[in-house]
């Protein structure tokens, strides 16, 4: 190595910040606000392509049916979908309101019993679906964020004000 090409080397070393990431390798962090248990959480759970198992264990608890306390593993590409519909609205620190989660067989049996719209074999009951809306932003507009991911179900339920969101098959139902 010539003396230039070694100097060359050591200054662009010196000069690259010590601490850049990739966007690629910037920690996911989730926000998250349960309105039926009025729980609140802030979690990192994939940095880079490697989940991190303390935060997903935290989000299995917090997405847990809230009636039964019953806990699943959450497919963790719920999570990022979650994670990639919030940073397409321009707003990576906001915080979901979660409506429903996992939902074990027997909530799901009631739900079906009291009211319509409960899918037998709904993926709430997999780990697979969450139902979410912002507080400040229209559910439209989280609707149409969510379809353009081109990922998994999308649910519009404008009575009720929320969007489900699944990793299921792509796919979308509601006005």
Excluded: C
């Amino acid at each position: 190595m010539n003396r230039r090409h070694f100097l060359g080397l050591a200054l662009s070393t010196a000069a690259a910040p010590v601490f850049a990431r990739t966007p690629a390798e910037r920690p996911r962090v989730l926000s998250l606000h349960h309105l039926h248990t009025n729980e609140k959480i802030a979690v990192t759970y994939r940095i880079g392509d490697r989940y991190q198992r303390e935060g997903l264990n935290k989000l299995n608890h917090f997405f847990r049916d809230f009636r039964t306390n019953d806990v699943v593993a959450i497919d963790p590409q719920l999570f990022d979908i979650l994670y990639d519909v919030k940073l397409r609205l321009g707003d990576p620190d906001a915080t979901y309101q979660i409506l429903s989660a996992y939902r074990s067989p027997r909530t799901n049996a009631m739900l079906r019993r009291t009211s319509s719209g409960v899918a037998k074999k709904s993926l709430h009951m997999t780990g697979q679906a969450v139902d979410v809306r912002f507080p400040d932003l229209s559910i439209r507009h989280l609707r149409d964020t969510a379809v353009a991911l081109g990922r998994g179900g999308v649910g519009y339920y404008p009575r009720s004000n929320f969007v489900h969101l699944d990793t299921g098959t792509v796919r979308r139902w509601g006005a």
